[in-house]
Nanobody, 126 residues
Framework: QVQLVESGGGLVQAGGSLRLSCTAS????????MGWFRQAPGKEREFVAA????????VYKDSVKGRFTISKDNAKDTVYLQMNSLKPDDTAVYHC???????????????????WGQGTQVTVSS
């Protein structure tokens, strides 16, 4: 099993920034990709960004490209999501996920991820 703990959410004004962190523990060898997903009230969960532990390959949702950056610290088993130029539409609960790149699913597919964190709330006021 892999345990994921997110932190860094909060309330910010439009145009502001937040950095989310996700620290993995347990059998981290079970995953080689980490992703961030978000779910707003009344909406379906959607992919935000993903990164592979090795090679640092990254993938982003189109609407966050140029504003969000996903990065990692392998030594700390931690993945970050730097969010700049935040918009009210970014308001959601952000979940970290850990998975395995088997070549079957895209990094943006929830099916690629076996372990999920509890989430951290991000609220962007206008």
């Amino acid at each position: 099993q892999v345990q994921l703990v997110e932190s860094g959410g909060g309330l910010v004004q439009a145009g502001g920034s937040l950095r989310l962190s996700c620290t993995a523990s347990g059998r981290t060898i079970l995953n080689n990709i980490m992703g961030w997903f978000r779910q707003a009230p009344g909406k379906e969960r959607e992919f935000v960004a993903a990164i592979r532990w090795s090679a640092s390959r990254t993938v982003y949702k189109d609407s966050v490209k140029g504003r969000f950056t996903i990065s990692k610290d392998n030594a700390k088993d931690t993945v970050y999501l730097q969010m700049n130029s935040l918009k009210p539409d970014d308001t959601a609960v952000y979940h970290c996920a850990a998975g395995w790149d088997s070549g079957v699913y895209l990094y943006s597919a929830p099916e690629a991820y076996a372990f999920w964190g509890q989430g951290t709330q991000v609220t962007v006021s206008s």
